[in-house]
């Protein structure tokens, strides 16, 4: 025969598990799934700051050099080239705006924007990604790109200074 207290407590416990989600499993799908954040046109407007030809630095990485473009109120158009003269794009990608939601798309990776403001954006992996990235400006002709990854456990974080660039 049981104590009718201690069938209680586990009882009580059981109910709990069953109705509180773990938090691990929480956290993962939130970062997989769609970004909970709405937004508007007058929201992808706020990186305006974005537009133009950049070059960008990082300890112990190659130079990026990256083109960003309006299209229109809803897309960034966004290319990448090896090196300083511009002459061949490397890859394309862009930012754009679709039923509330602000994606970022490179390649074969998409990623959802979890905030955007006048000073930055930040993203999160959905398709084909695992990293997240920052966007902040710190002045009209200067802004960071942080990249922070590792499918290894270990976190690894990449700072790239971008500034103006003078297309050739």
Known sequence: MTHPRRSLVLSVIAVA???TPPRSAH??????GQPTTAFAAADLAKLRWLEGTWRGTAPAEPTI???Y???NDSTIEITYYNDSTLARPAGTGRVYLTVGRIFHTSGAGRWGASHVDDR???FIPQVN???TFAWKM???DQWTSTLRGGLTGHERVTAFDMR???AP
Not at 27 to 32: E, G
């Open 17 to 19: 598990c069953v109705v």
């Open 138 to 140: 710190v002045s009209p």
């Open 129 to 131: 990604a695992h990293n």
């Open 69 to 71: 473009h309006f299209a």
């Open 120 to 122: 930055g954006a930040y």
């Open 65 to 67: 050099y990256e083109r």
């Open 164 to 166: 103006k660039f003078a």
């Open 27 to 32: 956290a993962q799908s939130s970062q997989r």
